[in-house]
């Protein structure tokens, strides 16, 4: 980096901000880590993120006196920035326009928030409601009715997302084409959540390889080993 302040990231742990640790290692770029820890009984972000960002989310970064938020704003930000160092199998992370691998990247980057994210949260929030604090009668009644929107609703949806997931993969070995680009670094949490909370990893053999093949990058290894583990064991 030249002149200005350090790069900041204000990570969440086990958040989405995970992903840009790790595109900030692959990239070489320096940066200065401020973790903050989730509220251990809502396991909600701490107010102090507000003062970072009036939204109180993670991931944030600021750079050059801007404070920019939104995964996949950050990481088009850090590829546009900073990609033009990126050497070997990294020399694609943003795709030619005009290429097919230019419209694949861009659709699994709005993908990843657009679509799957979203029932990857209600999963979670739908299967936390059940042992919430609430009257002993309710109880029932919202186990019922948590089981039902995950059965009817839920569940479809997720299958149908891995099973196109697996698929793409079947034809690529990374999500926009043979080389991998910043669509993967976008996709890394939610296919981290799939295998733990949706998907059968027995049925999506190609998913978990995916998976593997992104963990077992060393600069995922040391993103980790710096902001902790993407999703929690619990």
């Not at 930000?77 to 694949?104: C, S």
Request: aromatic residues 8%.
């Amino acid at each position: 980096m030249t002149g200005g302040a350090m790069l900041v990231v204000h990570h969440l742990e086990t958040s989405r901000s995970q992903r840009i640790l790790w595109l900030l290692e692959e990239l070489g770029v320096p940066y200065e880590l401020k973790i903050y820890k989730r509220n251990p009984a809502t396991r909600l972000a701490p107010p102090e993120l507000k003062q970072v960002h009036p939204l109180g989310k993670s991931p944030v970064i600021t750079d050059d006196g801007e404070t920019i938020a939104e995964s996949g704003a950050i990481i088009e930000y850090l590829v546009d920035k900073y990609g033009a160092r990126a050497t070997g199998d990294l020399a694609h992370l943003q795709p030619p326009p005009g290429t097919p691998e230019f419209r694949q990247c861009r659709f699994w980057m709005h993908y990843a928030e657009g679509s799957l994210m979203n029932w990857l949260v209600m999963k979670l929030v739908f299967s936390v409601i059940p042992n919430r604090p609430m009257p002993f009668f309710a109880k029932p009644i919202a186990r019922g009715l948590s089981a039902k929107v995950q059965q009817q609703l839920i569940d479809p949806n997720l299958k149908n997302s891995c099973d196109f997931i697996e698929d793409q993969l079947g034809r690529h070995r990374w999500l926009a084409g043979p080389d991998i680009t910043m669509a993967d670094f976008q996709m890394s949490y939610p296919v981290e959540a799939l295998l733990a909370r949706a998907a059968d990893a027995k049925s999506y053999p190609r998913i978990v390889e995916y998976r593997d093949r992104i963990r077992a990058r060393p600069a995922y290894q040391r993103a980790e080993a710096k902001g902790g583990p993407a999703i929690p064991s619990f």
